[in-house]
């Protein structure tokens, strides 16, 4: 048996095949099929129509999938794989795949002898050491590995071929004409690429002073609402309730645990009491004999903690200390704890009243600071105009990307390259979506300053075009036949979503969810 991939189950290769389809179309979450009321044998992951795919058949093919994701590099938990819904990708694969076959079979599609002979002497697993199939091995790698008769393999693989060929009938009706040809070019061939540099208002806060008190005055009677609306949207600042800072040291008590198990958990944390008692360092302890994780390393610290974040006894007995002040130890669900008070914050609950002239001064350096992003811009707009290029205005240190590529604050204006893109969408690469400028991307004839200063959000933006493409017959001869390709496999997925769901409508599926959470708990 050397050389022998036992994982290899040849006779689901189709499915592999089609499954970028069937995943495009039906993948987690999909539920496109009828499904009916007839319960599934114990044996059965689902029932297609009458006919059972057996639970074997998902349990590889889950094997498979599971397989393939490490050989990527993606050796994700299987429970995980579950929360994504593979498991359902899985099942739905294999019921499109009987609902294919139980369709060739009605329209009297069959592979021949010879092509069925053909594709089992190709399975490299039924091959001798010279590389030739080998009947003999083939018999015993059936029964060994495959659990197979050679009557069952043969039919299955037959079943299997016929459904391809099915959905190859299917896709014989992705016709695509010249002129669909040429729209898919005009939209595709019609490219620009662009350099933009943005001026948002965060740049340029640091240099807006402060307001003089006539300056704030006048601003607050014109923006009355304005500061009402602010107030009330960052209300969390103004109202906070009562916080400490804390640390613990946690004994912990399993959900389970026994009285007796409890009792030496409180004994302990009474003994640590006593050396707290004794003028011990509580973040010293805590580092030494704390069973929290998270913060046994820190000394215990918690940071700062309000009252609704704790279990209620735990929390009425640590806030009705004073700063410097240790708990006796406190059962909770977790364990029992001992919190030391290190400072006290009491609640604050600031009216609009009381803070309207600190929301005014934060409403009006924003004002300031976004007339002046909008100055700055208008600058480099004239300077764009009289020949500079953007990149040499707002360079990028040699060797870094801008910081919008970095995802990282940009605390000045940087030149951004963007890749091509088309007209066909609202979103310029890297900013996002910006219409008004895409749209006057696509009216620029050739590579130019664009003439206008673009709001995108919060930021101020100057673009120019440094490459554009149009579509021309040259162009289109030359990519005629790559175009041609690409909308007829468009085409041919059309089909195949629309046939596979006029035979789920006329069609029954039942799947057998108990079966298969039993396959794959037991597989985790």
Not at 9 to 19: P, Q
């Amino acid at each position: 048996m050397d050389g022998l991939n036992p994982r290899k189950v040849f006779s689901l290769l189709f499915i592999i095949g089609i499954a970028v389809v069937f995943t495009l179309q039906f993948g987690p979450g999909s539920n496109g099929f009828s499904y009916g009321e007839a319960a599934p044998t114990a044996g059965a992951a689902a029932v297609v129509n009458g006919k059972e795919i057996p639970l074997r058949d998902f349990s590889l093919a889950w094997s498979r999938q599971m397989s393939f994701l490490r050989s990527q590099g993606s050796p994700i938990p299987e429970s995980v794989a579950r929360q994504f819904g593979m498991d359902k990708q899985v099942l739905d694969r294999l019921v499109n795949a009987e609902l294919l076959a139980q369709s060739a079979e009605r329209h009297g599609i069959t592979p021949s002898d010879e092509e069925l002979r053909k594709l089992i002497h190709q399975n490299t697993d039924f091959h001798n050491k010279e590389g030739q199939f080998d009947f003999t091995r083939y018999q015993q790698v059936l029964r060994d590995f495959y659990r197979r008769t050679t009557q069952e393999y043969e039919d299955e693989l037959r079943r299997q071929m016929a459904a391809q060929k099915m959905l190859d009938v299917v896709r014989t009706g992705a016709v695509v004409s010249d002129d669909e040809v040429r729209a898919r070019y005009e939209k595709d061939g019609n490219q620009a690429k662009l350099v933009f540099a943005r001026f948002l208002p965060t740049m340029f806060a640091d240099k807006v002073p402060a307001p003089t008190p006539a300056q704030l005055a006048e601003f607050q009677k014109a923006h009355e609402k304005e500061i009402s609306d602010y107030y009330a949207a960052n209300s969390f600042v103004y109202n906070v309730p009562e916080r400490i800072r804390a640390r613990q040291i946690l004994v912990k008590v399993a959900p389970d645990a026994t009285p007796e198990q409890k009792a030496q958990a409180k004994a302990k944390a009474e003994g640590l009491r006593k050396e707290l008692d004794s003028g011990k360092d509580f973040a010293a302890v805590a580092k030494a004999s704390s069973e929290d994780d998270a913060t046994k390393l820190k000394g215990g610290d918690l940071g700062w903690v309000e009252r609704n974040a704790w279990e209620p006894t735990l929390a009425n007995a640590a806030f009705a200390l004073k700063a410097g002040e240790v708990t006796q130890p406190v059962e909770s669900p977790l364990g029992v704890h001992l919190v030391k008070v290190e400072e006290k914050k009491e609640a604050q609950a600031r009216k609009l009243d009381e803070v309207k002239g600190e929301i005014a001064t934060t409403l009006y350096k924003q004002d300031q600071a976004k007339g002046l992003a909008k100055a700055e811009a208008d600058k480099a707009l004239a300077a764009v105009k009289g020949g500079k290029s953007l990149k040499e205005l707002f360079p990028v240190p040699a060797g870094q990307q801008p910081a919008l590529l970095r995802f990282e604050a940009e605390t000045k204006p940087e030149a951004v390259e963007t890749d091509s893109f088309t007209a066909a969408g609202d979103s310029v690469p890297h900013l996002g979506p910006a219409p008004g400028l895409v749209k006057a991307t696509f009216e620029a004839a050739g590579p130019k300053p664009l003439d206008e200063v673009f709001t995108v959000g919060e930021a101020h933006v100057v673009a120019q075009v440094v490459e554009r493409e149009k579509p021309d017959t040259a162009g289109f001869d030359k990519r005629k036949e790559e175009l041609r390709t690409q909308a007829r496999q468009a085409k041919q997925i059309e089909l195949t979503e629309s046939f596979l769901k006029s035979l789920r409508k006329s069609g029954t599926v039942v799947t057998n969810t108990e079966a298969i959470d039993s396959v794959l708990g037991a597989a985790g």
